[in-house]
DNA sequence: TGGCCTCCATACGGTGCCGTACGGTCCTCA
DNA sequence: TGAGGACCGTACGGCACCGTATGGAGGCCA
């Protein structure tokens, strides 16, 4: 665990542990000292790469961002808009993406540098997903109302896969939830009777 | 803000201050000398009360576990279970509520202390939107999915509304979107054509 | 080989918070 | 009115972390 080091500590190699370090124990537990002990280093070299610990915030949420931006441009090798909207579908909900990183920024997402990394990848996803479900069809408004909607389940998935992994076990092992988060999203609204 | 105190502190008002700063800065943010600061007070108080920090950080917890059983009894007020659902949805989706708290425990949900808490309320309101949707008509495994989609849409708003609060602004004032979430979730499926 | 520059360890002072010790104040009740 | 207990302030030691100062090891080049 990065105790046997014997080469030389880059700026880079600090940020990738600070990032490590975020997905484990959130945003406050990115620390010049203890993350110098998980490099088999001291504050000495830390200072040299660095001013302060805040650089060593913002660039580990730079990179952060990077990596989002990253995946959405690998999604983007699926050219059928329908197919590339169930393939983001499923990997949300059956693939194991505990992504602590994206947890830890969510419950800090009032702290000034966090913020405004965490308003532009939401944008930034927003954006891609309401862009192809207008590919799919669905006018500029309704494309949109279907990305919030499912970016928000999103969202809310991610969280309770880390609070209680085993309420969602059944749901996922389950093809008919699959099926009912795809359908209430990708297919038009026929209006039902309701009240009001 | 609590400066111009002159009565004396019990130690629900240590909790109820704690459960406050926990809805602001996080659990992290649940200091003893900060809170005491905050409340005119020194520390001398608080060791009358409690035994330690992290005594304070529980008693928050079961205060905010016993708010949120008082929301779910107060919804019951509401006989019908369809009409139950609904406002359950409007007060989630249209409300105003930026819950603090909610994100401030999500994001420490590995926390020894937070973690059970978060588990039994998770489950309290997962069992009791499945009854409801139970109630509706759903057979037991199709309103335990149900329940499980609306509550990753609840939780996901939450955040949602907490990063990014104009990009949910649009939806949010359109009627059409409160009805595509309620669409999608109170309906039964009917299997539309989709590949595969 | 010797000087310089890069990278790092060690040592130090400063800060914010925890928990304890102890003394003081006010309220209660006989 | 005085004794005892409930409640609180102050002072202290300790810990974890931040940031600075300084010197030393090792590569590069004349």
Known sequence: MGV???????????????????????????????????????KGSFYWHFANRDALVEAALARWEQVTEGIITAMDEEPDPQQRLRRLFRQVVTGATSNGVEIGLLGNADDPRVA?????????????????????????????????LAYTAYLGHV?????????LADPMADPDYFELVVNGLIHPVRHAPHDR
């Open 4 to 42: 046997g080091r014997d080469t030389r500590l880059s700026a880079d190699d600090w940020a990738a542990e600070a990032l490590v370090v975020l997905g484990e124990k959130g945003l406050g537990g990115i620390a010049v000292e203890p993350i110098a002990a998980r490099l088999g280093a001291t």
């Open 116 to 148: 405004p990394v965490l308003r532009r990848v939401t944008q930034r996803r927003l954006r891609y997903v309401a862009d192809t479900f207008a590919a799919i069809g669905f006018d500029e408004r309704a494309a949109r109302q279907r990305a919030v």
């Open 159 to 167: 969280q309770l896969a880390s609070t209680a992994p085993d309420e």
